[in-house]
């Protein structure tokens, strides 16, 4: 075995050697600002996918440079903090605001502002559940009893069951259903995909489900349903308990829009101000995102596809964003 | 260990077991007694009074702070130290993954140049074929070729190809870490204390409890993943190499004294080389842990198989998903074979270097000559450099058919067979535990620790439950203990009977072994999901889980077990007229019972390692705190659940433990106890 041993070390050493020699090579390249990587971080969801290759071939007809990372969403936070990562394109409110604001606070990430889109998040139910609780969309067809019987299963009975998403995201329903007096348990699906595999079962039977989606999101445009209606969000409605249908809690109404944030490394300004610039201006609408996303998720489209797509279709306003 | 009863006289023996017995019960009805009645006399003893919990996780949270931004040795910060370590594990990532994935580029990021394509796929097989070949033989080459034809086939290549380079700069590094620190342990008792409560943490604190100070020191990206791969894949290692040096027969170190070896050619020359066999478990078990982290590791910048798998589920894609966790089954089955036959082959024919070097020059060539001529008709056909995508074949939406398909017609069934167990063993298990008074508890585990091996373990076992509740982690660590203890009772009872069946039947362990493999290394995600589609997120959901990758230690250490028994003790049995089942309940049941037992500490510690992955489907352990904790990247937080769910891990091996060497005392095994 040591001949092999030796002969695989001196193999190794000189591909070392050779990729030394790469690395310094590498510095000759020419483009504006600084020529090392802008990193853009990828996650596990197809308009954010969208989103990001998007702001990538834009920076990249600039004439940078650009790396994808695949990232989790919120362990992200700690590389955007050394520089290790730069951008990060959707941020959303409602799911990334408490880790946003203690990463804003080191003063070593900022907010490049908001994407544009708009996330809706609410309760939603397939459009065959209105038979069995006819008073719906509107939020009081829920308080009968029949409608909770409808949604519940052999653990809540006589109560509904309502799914709400992963605890880390928040979303007051445990709140909402005691404010609103619902006669609904929520339970917590611990990660998005879980929230899914829930809906795609029942839908496929035709099953009772009541739960928490959001928008833009590939599930409304597959799965026929509609949003609850509750009493429209206000920033009273959170923070006064006297306001709305009950007079002791806070959040007796529907949830807020959120905006999607795009948030980055502060190093960015600096080293590479243009992109920074770019990335600023950056913005797309619900209705776009929504359209990409069913052809990528829906129609089996690639990703790469869609995005060169939109470029092409799109040149002047992207044009405008990256101009000096 | 010096307070244990001589155990080689079995009356003496017998009487402490009946003592300890008797002990046991009284404090069983003790116990009992006063979780019935104690709550209105002593409401402290049933919650923790919040007033008085420790603060640890801020504490935690100001020292990593404090570790991240201004810890010093003067000339350089604690951060440059790490990040010059991320730097040195990095160079031969990037070679790695160069040569396999990428091709070596110029220019950084999108503007990159390829100046050589990476190895070609043929190659590679061909490669590995060969590896096969020249270590097993022909039939280990066509098992190895065929794993990453697989992969190619179902197009899972480059992924493939990122998730190897990885593995391929992790195992080493693994394998060097915990062997070096095994001889270092070996060698001076200090460190071997010091070093063994440090690698239980290791392998039982959730990756998530410290992935977040991890990539403020390492960086975010593929090197801070393999550091997280290393902290957890590392202590199998050590623990092997510690076990297989005090085992080298005595007569083995006699002869290398008495031909005058230094200290050093006797470790490297006379003991490491006859501890191979056992060291070679460790390898098996560094390249398997590895392997698991490769989902974890894909949400820190690795990329690779674990993201296809992540991102294929998120679309409940469950085809693609099963595909790559297939394409990472395939990766394990290679590269576990090749190093178990590599152990095997080098034992058996000894010395190799005196067949002269061109006898082993062959392979080598061979090698370098398909990568070269690959290389070179890559340029003209592109179907030799990657495999092309019109001969991919993919199960497309076959398996979300499947799943579709149980889901319309037997979902009513499988809902009615889910109710009866939640409503009558599960939910009944669950008010129990969450019932129980933590002082109870607490002095409970002091007297079993007492009773079982002695007072430094009664202390250990009351201290870790104490602080358990002193951190105000109670009530999430009662539904932990929950949730995997019926979750072991269920593996139990699945994995011991399939066990006794396999044992002596050397087609079917065959079969067995590939399915428990593939439990093993499969991630969950790729069943977790359909699960949660025919039984809903809950406890439910996350038992199946735990339960499918927490079996295969069952299986593995009662098949050990078994066929370990004497034959001759077996033969002797025979003779005296025992039925089948006598020889199964009297002889080899009771005589692997030690082996039994380490496979019931193993599935615990598996079942714990899961709770993570359970949280993901709405569990509220301290697997679900964790996660919680990683999602505010609050440091603290997730280091003191993680910390509690290794104490409960600490727990129940020691307990385990000692009375495995009971049990073993009482067969007269007293020789294989540690």
Same mark, same amino acid.
């Given at each position: 075995?040591?001949?092999?041993?030796?002969?695989?070390?001196?193999?190794?050493?000189?591909?070392?050697?050779?990729?030394?020699?790469?690395?310094?090579?590498?510095?000759?390249?020419?483009?504006?600002?600084?020529?090392?990587?802008?990193?853009?971080?990828?996650?596990?969801?197809?308009?954010?996918?969208?989103?990001?290759?998007?702001?990538?071939?834009?920076?990249?007809?600039?004439?940078?440079?650009?790396?994808?990372?695949?990232?989790?969403?919120?362990?992200?936070?700690?590389?955007?903090?050394?520089?290790?990562?730069?951008?990060?394109?959707?941020?959303?409110?409602?799911?990334?605001?408490?880790?946003?604001?203690?990463?804003?606070?080191?003063?070593?990430?900022?907010?490049?502002?908001?994407?544009?889109?708009?996330?809706?998040?609410?309760?939603?139910?397939?459009?065959?559940?209105?038979?069995?609780?006819?008073?719906?969309?509107?939020?009081?067809?829920?308080?009968?009893?029949?409608?909770?019987?409808?949604?519940?299963?052999?653990?809540?009975?006589?109560?509904?069951?309502?799914?709400?998403?992963?605890?880390?995201?928040?979303?007051?329903?445990?709140?909402?259903?005691?404010?609103?007096?619902?006669?609904?348990?929520?339970?917590?699906?611990?990660?998005?995909?879980?929230?899914?595999?829930?809906?795609?079962?029942?839908?496929?039977?035709?099953?009772?489900?009541?739960?928490?989606?959001?928008?833009?999101?590939?599930?409304?445009?597959?799965?026929?349903?509609?949003?609850?209606?509750?009493?429209?969000?206000?920033?009273?409605?959170?923070?006064?308990?006297?306001?709305?249908?009950?007079?002791?809690?806070?959040?007796?109404?529907?949830?807020?829009?959120?905006?999607?944030?795009?948030?980055?490394?502060?190093?960015?300004?600096?080293?590479?101000?243009?992109?920074?610039?770019?990335?600023?201006?950056?913005?797309?609408?619900?209705?776009?995102?929504?359209?990409?996303?069913?052809?990528?998720?829906?129609?089996?489209?690639?990703?790469?596809?869609?995005?060169?797509?939109?470029?092409?279709?799109?040149?002047?306003?992207?044009?405008?964003?990256?101009?000096? | 260990?010096?307070?244990?009863?001589?155990?080689?006289?079995?009356?003496?023996?017998?009487?402490?077991?009946?003592?300890?017995?008797?002990?046991? /019960?009284?404090?069983?009805?003790?116990?009992?007694?006063?979780?019935?009645?104690?709550?209105?006399?002593?409401?402290?003893?049933?919650?923790?009074?919040?007033?008085?919990?420790?603060?640890?996780?801020?504490?935690?949270?100001?020292?990593?702070?404090?570790?991240?931004?201004?810890?010093?040795?003067?000339?350089?910060?604690?951060?440059?130290?790490?990040?010059?370590?991320?730097?040195?594990?990095?160079?031969?990532?990037?070679?790695?993954?160069?040569?396999?994935?990428?091709?070596?580029?110029?220019?950084?990021?999108?503007?990159?140049?390829?100046?050589?394509?990476?190895?070609?796929?043929?190659?590679?097989?061909?490669?590995?074929?060969?590896? /096969?070949?020249?270590?097993?033989?022909?039939?280990?080459?066509?098992?190895?070729?065929?794993?990453?034809?697989?992969?190619?086939?179902?197009?899972?290549?480059?992924?493939?190809?990122?998730?190897?380079?990885?593995?391929?700069?992790?195992?080493?590094?693994?394998?060097?870490?915990?062997?070096?620190?095994?001889?270092?342990?070996?060698?001076?008792?200090?460190?071997?204390?010091?070093?063994?409560?440090?690698?239980?943490?290791?392998?039982?604190?959730?990756?998530?409890?410290?992935?977040?100070?991890?990539?403020?020191?390492?960086?975010?990206?593929?090197?801070?993943?393999?550091?997280?791969?290393?902290?957890?894949?590392?202590?199998?290692?050590?623990?092997?190499?510690?076990?297989?040096?005090?085992?080298?027969?005595?007569?083995?170190?006699?002869?290398?004294?008495?031909?005058?070896?230094?200290?050093?050619?006797?470790?490297?020359?006379?003991?490491?080389?006859?501890?191979?066999?056992?060291?070679?478990?460790?390898?098996?078990?560094?390249?398997?842990?590895?392997?698991?982290?490769?989902?974890?590791?894909?949400?820190?910048?690795?990329?690779?198989?674990?993201?296809?798998?992540?991102?294929?589920?998120?679309?409940?894609?469950?085809?693609?998903?099963?595909?790559?966790?297939?394409?990472?089954?395939?990766?394990?089955?290679?590269?576990?074979?090749?190093?178990?036959?590599?152990?095997?082959?080098?034992?058996?024919?000894?010395?190799?270097?005196?067949?002269?070097?061109?006898?082993?020059?062959?392979?080598?060539?061979?090698?370098?000559?398909?990568?070269?001529?690959?290389?070179?008709?890559?340029?003209?056909?592109?179907?030799?450099?990657?495999?092309?995508?019109?001969?991919?074949?993919?199960?497309?939406?076959?398996?979300?058919?499947?799943?579709?398909?149980?889901?319309?017609?037997?979902?009513?069934?499988?809902?009615?067979?889910?109710?009866?167990?939640?409503?009558?063993?599960?939910?009944?298990?669950?008010?129990?535990?969450?019932?129980?008074?933590?002082?109870?508890?607490?002095?409970?585990?002091?007297?079993?620790?007492?009773?079982?091996?002695?007072?430094?373990?009664?202390?250990?076992?009351?201290?870790?439950?104490?602080?358990?509740?002193?951190?105000?982690?109670?009530?999430?660590?009662?539904?932990?203990?929950?949730?995997? /203890?019926?979750?072991?009772?269920?593996?139990?009872?699945?994995?011991?009977?399939?066990?006794?069946?396999?044992?002596?039947?050397?087609?079917?362990?065959?079969?067995?072994?590939?399915?428990?493999?593939?439990?093993?290394?499969?991630?969950?995600?790729?069943?977790?999901?359909?699960?949660?589609?025919?039984?809903?997120?809950?406890?439910?959901?996350?038992?199946?889980?735990?339960?499918?990758?927490?079996?295969?230690?069952?299986?593995?250490?009662?098949?050990?077990?078994?066929?370990?028994?004497?034959?001759?003790?077996?033969?002797?049995?025979?003779?005296?007229?025992?039925?089948?089942?006598?020889?199964?309940?009297?002889?080899?049941?009771?005589?692997?019972?030690?082996?039994?037992?380490?496979?019931?500490?193993?599935?615990?510690?598996?079942?714990?390692?899961?709770?993570?992955?359970?949280?993901?489907?709405?569990?509220?352990?301290?697997?679900?705190?964790?996660?919680?904790?990683?999602?505010?990247?609050?440091?603290?937080?997730?280091?003191?659940?993680?910390?509690?769910?290794?104490?409960?891990?600490?727990?129940?091996?020691?307990?385990?433990?000692?009375?495995?060497?009971?049990?073993?005392?009482?067969?007269?095994?007293?020789?294989?106890?540690?």
């Amino acid at each position: 075995m040591k001949a092999i041993h030796r002969s695989t070390t001196r193999f190794v050493a000189g591909l070392a050697a050779s990729a030394i020699a790469l690395a310094a090579g590498a510095f000759s390249a020419t483009a504006q600002e600084s020529t090392d990587p802008i990193k853009l971080t990828l996650h596990d969801w197809t308009g954010q996918l969208i989103t990001t290759q998007l702001m990538g071939e834009v920076l990249k007809k600039a004439g940078y440079n650009i790396e994808y990372v695949q990232a989790d969403y919120l362990a992200q936070f700690a590389g955007l903090q050394t520089g290790d990562l730069s951008v990060a394109m959707e941020m959303w409110e409602t799911t990334g605001r408490d880790a946003m604001d203690a990463a804003t606070a080191t003063g070593k990430v900022e907010n490049f502002g908001a994407t544009g889109m708009k996330a809706k998040e609410e309760w939603w139910y397939p459009s065959y559940m209105k038979e069995k609780c006819p008073g719906l969309p509107n939020w009081k067809a829920l308080k009968e009893a029949s409608c909770a019987e409808a949604f519940s299963t052999a653990e809540t009975a006589p109560k509904g069951r309502y799914l709400g998403g992963p605890v880390t995201w928040g979303g007051f329903d445990d709140e909402r259903a005691e404010a609103l007096d619902l006669p609904f348990e929520v339970i917590h699906a611990g990660t998005d995909a879980a929230l899914f595999a829930e809906l795609e079962s029942a839908y496929q039977r035709k099953a009772p489900i009541l739960l928490w989606i959001y928008a833009p999101h590939w599930a409304p445009a597959k799965y026929e349903g509609e949003w609850v209606e509750f009493p429209e969000y206000s920033a009273d409605c959170y923070n006064d308990p006297a306001w709305g249908s009950n007079a002791d809690m806070a959040y007796d109404c529907g949830k807020p829009f959120g905006e999607i944030w795009k948030v980055g490394w502060s190093g960015v300004k600096d080293k590479w101000p243009g992109a920074h610039k770019a990335i600023k201006a950056f913005t797309i609408n619900n209705d776009e995102m929504g359209a990409m996303i069913t052809s990528v998720d829906l129609d089996g489209k690639k990703v790469d596809e869609v995005v060169a797509e939109w470029i092409g279709a799109n040149e002047s306003r992207w044009m405008k964003w990256i101009a000096k | 260990m010096s307070e244990l009863p001589d155990a080689k006289i079995p009356t003496q023996a017998q009487a402490v077991w009946r003592n300890g017995a008797f002990g046991l /019960g009284l404090a069983i009805i003790c116990f009992v007694l006063f979780s019935t009645y104690g709550k209105s006399l002593a409401p402290w003893a049933f919650s923790f009074p919040k007033t008085q919990t420790f603060p640890v996780a801020r504490w935690i949270s100001q020292f990593t702070k404090w570790l991240i931004n201004d810890a010093t040795f003067g000339l350089f910060t604690f951060t440059d130290l790490t990040r010059f370590i991320a730097a040195v594990i990095d160079l031969p990532y990037q070679i790695a993954l160069s040569l396999f994935a990428t091709g070596f580029m110029s220019g950084p990021g999108s503007s990159a140049v390829q100046l050589l394509p990476p190895i070609s796929w043929i190659a590679v097989i061909a490669i590995v074929g060969l590896m /096969g070949f020249y270590i097993g033989g022909r039939r280990l080459a066509l098992v190895v070729a065929s794993c990453f034809v697989f992969i190619a086939v179902f197009g899972q290549w480059t992924s493939a190809m990122v998730t190897l380079a990885s593995i391929l700069v992790a195992v080493p590094l693994g394998i060097a870490g915990g062997l070096f620190l095994g001889i270092g342990a070996y060698r001076w008792k200090w460190l071997e204390r010091a070093l063994l409560p440090l690698l239980d943490l290791m392998q039982t604190i959730p990756v998530f409890a410290y992935l977040v100070p991890i990539l403020f020191l390492f960086g975010f990206g593929a090197t801070a993943a393999v550091v997280a791969t290393l902290i957890y894949a590392m202590p199998p290692m050590t623990r092997v190499t510690m076990l297989a040096l005090q085992r080298v027969m005595p007569e083995v170190r006699d002869l290398g004294n008495m031909i005058g070896c230094t200290r050093r050619q006797m470790m490297w020359r006379v003991l490491l080389p006859s501890a191979k066999e056992s060291l070679m478990v460790g390898v098996n078990q560094v390249i398997m842990l590895s392997l698991n982290m490769v989902i974890i590791a894909s949400m820190i910048g690795a990329g690779g198989l674990g993201f296809d798998v992540l991102a294929a589920l998120r679309r409940l894609d469950f085809g693609a998903g099963l595909e790559a966790g297939l394409a990472i089954v395939a990766l394990a089955i290679a590269l576990d074979r090749l190093s178990q036959a590599f152990a095997g082959s080098s034992a058996a024919t000894g010395n190799r270097s005196s067949r002269g070097l061109i006898a082993r020059h062959p392979y080598l060539a061979a090698s370098f000559l398909v990568v070269i001529v690959s290389g070179f008709l890559g340029l003209a056909f592109p179907a030799v450099q990657s495999y092309p995508e019109m001969l991919q074949i993919s199960t497309g939406t076959f398996w979300s058919q499947v799943v579709k398909w149980i889901n319309v017609n037997f979902f009513d069934a499988l809902e009615a067979f889910k109710n009866t167990l939640l409503l009558n063993i599960l939910i009944p298990f669950k008010r129990l535990l969450l019932g129980l008074p933590w002082a109870g508890v607490v002095v409970f585990l002091a007297i079993s620790g007492w009773l079982l091996r002695g007072p430094k373990l009664a202390l250990l076992t009351g201290a870790l439950s104490f602080l358990i509740a002193a951190t105000g982690q109670w009530e999430k660590a009662m539904i932990t203990v929950y949730l995997c /203890g019926i979750s072991v009772l269920f593996a139990a009872l699945i994995g011991i009977p399939i066990a006794i069946m396999a044992a002596e039947r050397d087609r079917l362990w065959g079969w067995v072994r590939l399915a428990i493999d593939t439990l093993q290394t499969l991630p969950s995600f790729v069943y977790l999901m359909p699960a949660v589609m025919l039984f809903r997120v809950g406890d439910f959901t996350a038992m199946i889980a735990v339960v499918a990758y927490s079996v295969a230690p069952a299986i593995r250490y009662t098949v050990l077990g078994i066929q370990g028994v004497d034959p001759r003790l077996v033969e002797a049995g025979r003779a005296m007229g025992c039925t089948n089942l006598q020889l199964l309940t009297r002889i080899k049941l009771k005589l692997a019972l030690p082996e039994v037992l380490l496979g019931l500490n193993q599935t615990i510690m598996f079942a714990l390692s899961m709770l993570v992955i359970t949280a993901l489907v709405g569990t509220r352990d301290l697997g679900q705190e964790v996660y919680i904790a990683l999602t505010k990247a609050d440091p603290g937080r997730g280091l003191v659940a993680g910390l509690a769910v290794a104490f409960i891990a600490i727990i129940a091996d020691r307990l385990i433990s000692a009375g495995a060497f009971r049990a073993r005392a009482r067969l007269g095994l007293q020789e294989g106890a540690q």
